[in-house]
């Protein structure tokens, strides 16, 4: 992995079962993979490729809502994966793609009790901005955090 690189590609329908194991890991017990399944050619939708073994380490899913506003829907880094900075490479690559655009600023939902997303986004300057009372589907609270580009 050390001396191998992370490609960013478009998704497409034969990378679903990796999806479908990161979801499960990622978010288990979440409709996570019946939505990212049901947004490929939907939205905005990229894999994170680890470049020898062409196995997927992440991948992320966003909308644009309103000409300035971008929504990332889902974000996820394999759990074999994690802490070795394939979140910051795809956040990178999203905010690149995001600020070829008229969007201005860029918000996400997040459990209030999933510290490391909170810690990650916290660190690349997303701020919470409220919090979602009930808002998820087993009637968790989430924080609407908010970037401005
Ligand atoms: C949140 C997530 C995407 C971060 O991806 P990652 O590849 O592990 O993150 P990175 O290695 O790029 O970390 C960058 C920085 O974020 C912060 N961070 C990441 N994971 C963290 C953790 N578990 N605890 C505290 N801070 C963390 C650190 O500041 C880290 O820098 P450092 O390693 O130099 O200290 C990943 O943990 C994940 O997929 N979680 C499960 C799915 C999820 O919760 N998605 C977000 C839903 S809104």
Redesign the pocket.
């Given at each position: 992995m050390s001396s191998s690189t992370i490609e960013i590609r478009k998704v497409m329908k034969k990378d679903l079962k990796e999806i479908q194991f990161i979801c499960e890991k990622?978010?288990p017990g979440d409709d996570a993979f019946e939505l990212a399944e049901s947004l490929i050619g939907v939205e905005h939708y990229y894999v994170a490729v680890e470049s020898t073994s062409k196995l997927i380490v992440?991948f992320v899913i966003f909308g644009i809502y309103s000409i300035e506003t971008a929504h990332?829907m889902?974000?996820?880094?394999?759990?074999n994966?994690?802490?070795?900075?394939?979140?910051?490479?795809?956040?990178v690559f999203t905010l690149d793609v995001m600020r070829k655009s008229p969007i201005v600023r860029v918000r996400?939902?997040?459990?209030i009790d999933?510290?490391?997303?909170i810690?990650?986004?916290k660190?690349?300057d997303f701020k919470i901005k409220s919090k979602l009372k009930e808002y998820y589907d087993d009637l968790s609270d989430g924080y609407l955090m908010v970037k401005e580009l």
């Open positions: 990622c978010f992440g990332i889902i974000f996820a880094v394999h759990p994966h994690q802490r070795k900075g394939i979140g910051l490479i795809i956040l996400l939902e997040v459990k999933n510290v490391p997303a810690q990650f986004y660190k690349y």
